[in-house]
């Protein structure tokens, strides 16, 4: 059942750690989408799940929600199969599948391996996984796996309702970030 | 689009008017559900629309939300075929469709023909319509035909957020209701 | 696994027994069909399996084939619910669901009461059953339930590659027809 | 429609010209494959129309029939964004949509570039294609595109009714093979 309370306790989300992006002609931050809803998808382009449920919800959110309001994000976080899953693979897959979304690429310390710095510090299970953020950068859903329509949409619309304190926010952003030790499958918590 | 911001004007919807309920012992009262999002899925078991897309999606929130907060009610609203969509027969398919949430029976002025009371006092285009009632009562949504999970979930957020002062929502109640000149496909208007 | 072998022996299927037909301007029989693939559906309109499986799979099966060489025939074969699935409720369903193929009205020995004639004697377990009878009148396929695209169009594809000498078969249509007992769930033998 | 009369005229299937396989302890070659129908499913794996619904469609045909009549084989015919499709990226497709039918891919005169020689060979328009090729050698379906599970099934049918004399196609196999100039989208004629 939708947890309609919302009882997930907030979290700043950590910012993105890219190397690179497709689909928009300057770099994301979350700092820069304070008060937007933020839906954050994050994907391996030979990963089924994603290919056949996630991208198609990503879609959806995409063309369905106007980006002023709800900003929609891609992000390839490649943890297996790194050489077959770079830079220039994920272009084509982007290009073929003609996704439209900005979509960043989860950067590594050095060469790639292992799990991305973005994907580890959200503390990521897999692939897909999708993230709502709130208008001050706070981490309020945190789903690995399948997650409804009715859940994604609802989830969305709660947050939208959200007053947004520019100056709040801003003041909050001076703190630093960082994911502490509550988090679980379905959420993160201080 | 989603209309991320609701900008439809508020409407107080009529209350139902039914001659029979399935699934509840006793029937029930929009009056006696402020304070909950209240979502009506108005349909005719001969409609292909309505028994593969519509009843579907009904049963859906009626799974993924708390009754506490938002009612799913279904509405039969036969405007056509009346001899062969008479009481019987929809106790028949909501036993077959295992549909759980409480149904109404649109009433009609006298033997069952044209348009029942409720359909016209909304002035639906058809069949499947979903209408979304906010916590005060008042019309938010009104949608003849297909609408996204996506959609309905954001819209059910959205309402869900909203403050609830019981006070005034009493006060409200006591005026006369009634639906005025604005209404079309997509909602209402006064 | 689709049985590519055919194996289940071949059994006269026993002629439809009906009080009334849609889609065709006359009564249809097996006998008249001899020389083409019968594909035989038997539904009721308020069972969901066969609104939201079986009878879109017949509509793809009328829709794909010559039918001068592939005769699609529904039947409606109500042993519950008698008083709500009677003709005037058929005919507004196969209206509203626009189908275009001859349905047949499975009899009944007096009132409409229990199971019918034709369902009987082919002694099908429940609805949806779909049938396959070859060109000389034999069934050959006999399934209760979901059934592939794959595995009806490969039986269909093998129904129709046999040979059909019009002398013998008009041989056999002389002797007595009768299902005997050797049918279970999956086909039936002699 | 489908074709129920199998009217295409019968062309000798090209020989596979591939530069390895998966799924498969050693290559195979139609030849060796005579008495079999053989599904042929080429495909990329960066190609939504296959991924979302051919590779489905070969998978549902690989698990229904029996190998030893219907043998189904992918043809990886990379003939656009060849750096991003090499086998090492194959592999991981394959292993990450748990596919378990052979896999072959299509082979280059020289460094991958341009259009592999068996898909030249057999004309096809793109990817996703699939072709059945009859007990003897023969193409007898050709289709690029989207095709319906029915038209496949059926078409498995038809031809696995057909006789199989061993002789009579070895004595074919010793005539040089080669399509001639009468292919088309939907087929090829002599």
Not at 120 to 141: A, F, H, N, S, V
């Amino acid at each position: 059942m939708v947890d309609t309370g919302n009882s997930v306790r907030k979290v700043p989300a950590p910012e993105l750690q890219t190397s690179a992006w497709l689909n928009t002609p300057q770099p994301l931050t979350l700092a820069a989408l304070r008060g937007k809803v933020v839906v954050l998808h994050t994907f391996q382009i030979f990963c089924p799940g994603c290919v056949q449920v996630g991208i198609p919800q990503a879609q959806r959110i995409y063309q369905e929600f106007d980006p002023e309001r709800v900003a929609v994000i891609g992000l390839h976080t490649v943890f297996e199969h790194h050489p077959v899953m770079g830079p220039d693979a994920l272009e084509v897959f982007t290009h073929e599948y003609r996704l439209r979304f900005p979509i960043g690429i989860d950067k590594y310390e050095g060469a790639p391996q292992g799990i991305p710095l973005t994907m580890r510090e959200y503390r990521m299970q897999g692939t897909p996984t999708l993230i709502l953020i709130d208008k001050t950068g706070d981490i309020r859903l945190h789903k690995f796996g399948h997650i409804s329509d009715l859940t994604v949409g609802f989830s969305i619309g709660a947050l939208l309702s959200e007053d947004f304190d520019e100056a709040a926010a801003e003041a909050k952003s001076l703190q630093p970030e960082g994911i502490s030790d509550g988090c679980d499958t379905d959420g993160c918590s201080v």
